[in-house]
Structure formats: C-alpha cells, structure tokens
C-alpha cells in the first residue's frame, strides 16, 4: 500500500483565499456590467442622491445637493470605473495566488498585493462612497426610495471580512 503525501494544510488555506478573491472578482464584474448594460437603472439612483430630492421635506442639509446633470454622470461613471478596477485587480491576484499556491509562505505572501488593493479598493468604494458620502453627505439616509445603505454595508462587510481572511499568515 502506498503512503499518503504528508499534510499541506495551508494549501487548503490558500485555496480558499484564492477562490474568495475570485469570487469578489465576479460580483465587481457583474455589478460593472449591470451598471454598463442597464445604465438609466442606477443612473437613476445616483441621480436622486445626488440631487437630495427624497430626503425629509424639513431637512436643513438640502444646500448640499447637486443638480448639474454632467456631474452626475461623472460620479456615476467613477462608480463604474472604481467597479471595473476592482473587478480587474481582484481577478489578477486570484490568478497570482493561483499561480503561487504552492511556493513558499513568505512568496505567496507577496503575491496577495493585487488581491489586497482589489479588497481594499472594494471597502473604500462601498463603505466611503456609498455609506459616508451617498449615505452621511447626501443624507440618503434619509430617503425611503432610494436608500442604498443595508446593501453597500453588506458589500463592504464580505470585502472587509475576505481581505482579513486573505492577509492571514498561511505558514
């Protein structure tokens, strides 16, 4: 009978990094392609955040609204460009680590940096574009319609729970 090759537990590990990154990578591709193939969907609910038309009638915090169209539509396409970026650095380090997934703890390491700056680019779109500034600046809090809060909360938890998994010493 033959023996079994001794145990790599951190290969499991990796493995499961490497495939939460690629998953990441897959939401950030079809969140951007939905954005580019259904534009006038979630032009529409920046635009409303934007212009602060759903927040309470009292409100004092209206003087922040933005009415220019042509704004819109850059915030929009930041949304959409910060997306793609996401999705292209999550799917280049989710091939690195495959790549590396079986070298030494200290060049595996290294080669989660593109992975890392996907997550990171991901928490930094959901939790300060979405939550702070959609969500505190613009008061979209406040709105019943159009209120994106519960959603880019959950999206920023799984990016943020997946990069701490990812910057685990596998060794």
């Not at 954005?35 to 979630?42: A, C, K, R, S, V």
């Not at 759903?54 to 929009?76: K, M, N, Q």
């Not at 290294?110 to 939790?127: E, H, N, P, R, T």
Request: aromatic letters at 16%; hydrophobic letters at 60%; a neutral charge.
């Amino acid at each position: 009978m033959q023996e079994l090759p001794s145990p790599r537990p951190w290969l499991a590990l990796r493995v499961s990094q490497t495939m939460l990154v690629a998953a990441v990578a897959l939401f950030a591709t079809l969140v951007a392609f939905g954005n580019l193939t259904d534009y006038g969907t979630n032009f529409a609910f920046v635009q409303h955040v934007l212009q602060m038309d759903t927040i309470f009638p009292d409100a004092t915090v209206g003087y922040r609204a933005i009415h220019a169209e042509w704004v819109h539509h850059l915030v929009y396409a930041v949304i959409i460009a910060t997306e793609l970026t996401v999705a292209v650095l999550c799917w280049a380090g989710a091939l690195r680590l495959w790549r590396w997934r079986h070298a030494p703890a200290a060049e595996f390491r290294q080669a989660k940096s593109l992975a890392i700056a996907g997550l990171l680019l991901g928490c930094l779109l959901w939790f300060t574009g979405f939550i702070t500034v959609g969500g505190e600046w613009f008061a979209m809090w406040m709105s019943s319609q159009w209120n994106g809060i519960a959603s880019a909360f959950r999206f920023f938890v799984l990016f943020a729970l997946i990069l701490l998994y990812l910057v685990l010493r596998d060794d």
